[in-house]
């Protein structure tokens, strides 16, 4: 018997739903990206004693940007694994990754099974290298 939390393969309905909500996100922060491009480029006309203080907002911006760059590059793949009829299966066991939690994050790309496994490793992994090796080499033979 499988513990394995079995979800069930998305309904046409279902996919085109996470789809629209793709689109939008895919569209709001293509928008708020523009905004941002409008609003940094009189900075460069700003004098000395502003620039110090304009950097740091920059720095800032540019990280937030960075997020959202890599968040639209997560909903353009997905939008593209619609596409494909790929969409809705994890990556990694190809198991159905569930409504449910596609809904609470439409580019999430494993099950949760597997971002369980996942993190379950991250952890260990972050532990044992704070602990040096004791010789005991971790047993991560799965990746
Ligand atoms: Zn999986």
Request: with cysteine.
């Amino acid at each position: 018997m499988s513990r394995r939390l079995q979800a069930r393969y998305l309904t046409k309905k279902e996919t085109e739903l996470l789809k629209k909500e793709l689109l939008k996100h895919q569209e709001e922060i293509s928008n708020k990206s523009k905004r941002v491009d409008l609003s940094t480029s009189p900075d460069d006309l700003a004098d000395e004693a502003d620039l110090a203080s304009s950097d740091m907002a920059k720095g800032m911006e540019a990280r937030q940007r960075n997020r959202e760059i890599l968040y639209l590059k997560k909903v353009i793949k997905a939008l593209e694994r619609v596409e494909e009829g790929s969409f809705g299966r994890c990556e990694a066991c190809d198991m159905p990754i569930g409504f449910g939690r596609l809904k609470a994050r439409p580019t999430a790309e494993c099950c949760i099974n597997c971002k369980e496994e996942q993190e379950k490793h991250e952890n260990t992994s972050v532990h044992k290298t704070q602990h040096k090796s004791l010789g005991r080499s971790i047993t991560n033979a799965r990746f």
